[in-house]
């Protein structure tokens, strides 16, 4: 793909995606040529900004266009069928969160997508969040075999996370899960770019709807995990809608001389008597992370002997083995193992061992 704008369409197009189509525009390297939305009235408005044609009709969208990258901001039971049918036009695949309803949903699309050599990322646009950039860039100069333990703690309202809304969280029932799948995507993703992906998973998860029936129905609210890494470091996670806005630092790292927290615009080190060593703190605006995001995924396809693409289709597929054995656990009352879920798909290779 020579040097240029990619030529973009989008399916499924409101208030959640305007901002997320103007930052990618902003970018210089996305145009949009197209729009489709279950709404017409949704498609129209899109299209009359950006001076393109809409859709209220998926399959007509899907075969009157040939973008380059396809954003995909419907939940995939709406879509799933028409996802395919870019994959196989060669058009690259922009998934807002999370991959799939499962594991096996988000396996069979990313191996079609290596099938026809395109890419298919997720958004996770707090990977692109100063503190937890230099977190990485932390933990790649240091033993990691001097810390023992993590501790994870997602807190919602006004997070930082999930600045790209999701249709995907409008309807709980269809859209296969709660907090963990559609709103804990981003920061487990974390854990496994920085970590490695646990080696068992012990998970409980409730939902404090009133309505007995509704518990049946609709995702659960609150998740507590235990996580066991290799080199004997073990893990908790948290996420409950019940935090609220909380200030709690979503990352603590515990190690035998020092102890780490990261936030998405602080880096702190602390001694074990919980005295300050070094503090870092960066000026954070999640439309920059989002911006930061879309030039690196357009670089990546514009030229891709030179710039590489950050995400990649393994780390979403080893974040959705997470979710998929966390909610095994809550099940079953057992820990259970994430690479399971590669290893019983004959095409899968366990990818973070």
């Known amino acids: 793909m020579g040097i240029g704008k990619l030529k973009t369409a989008c399916i499924g197009t409101n208030e959640r995606t305007s901002n997320l189509l103007e930052l990618a525009c902003s970018t210089e390297l996305f145009e949009i040529i197209s729009v489709a939305d279950s709404n017409l009235v949704n498609a129209s408005r899109a299209a009359e900004k950006y001076n393109c044609s809409a859709f209220d009709d998926y399959r007509q969208f899907i075969l009157q266009n040939q973008p380059d990258v396809l954003i995909v901001a419907e939940p995939l039971y709406k879509c799933a069928e028409f996802v395919k049918a870019a994959i196989n036009k060669r058009c690259h695949i922009f998934k807002l969160i999370p991959t799939a309803s499962n594991f096996e949903q988000a396996s069979e699309l990313i191996n079609l997508a290596e099938k026809n050599n395109v890419k298919y990322v997720t958004a996770i646009p707090s990977r692109f969040a100063p503190g937890f950039e230099r977190l990485g860039d932390y933990l790649r100069t240091i033993d990691r075999k001097q810390y023992y333990f993590i501790n994870f703690c997602a807190s919602f309202g006004n997070d930082f996370f999930q600045p790209i809304a999701s249709y995907t969280q409008a309807d709980r029932k269809l859209s296969g899960g709660g907090v963990l799948l559609n ?53 908790t996670f948290l996420a409950a809608k019940q935090t609220g806005s909380s200030t709690t630092a979503p990352i603590r790292i515990y190690g035998a001389g020092q102890n780490i927290v990261a936030t998405a615009n602080r880096l702190a080190v602390y001694d074990n008597n919980d005295s300050l060593i070094a503090e870092h703190k960066y000026p954070l605006k999640s439309e920059k992370c989002i911006t930061e995001m879309f030039i690196d995924f357009g670089r990546a396809l514009l030229e891709p002997d030179k710039y590489k693409l950050r995400s990649t289709s393994r ?32 095409k899968e290779k366990f990818p973070f061992a």
């Open 315 to 346: 780390l979403d597929l080893a974040t959705m083995a997470l979710i998929e054995a966390a909610y095994l656990s809550a099940k079953t009352g057992m820990p259970e193992s994430p690479a399971r879920f590669f290893e019983i798909s004959e």
């Open 183 to 235: 709103d804990c995507f981003e920061l487990l993703s974390l854990i496994i770019e920085n970590f490695s992906l646990p080696g068992q998973v012990f998970a409980l998860i409730t939902n404090q709807s009133p309505d007995k029936k509704a518990k049946q129905y609709f995702g659960e609210d609150t998740v507590t995990a235990s996580l066991v890494f290799k080199d004997g470091l073990i893990g």
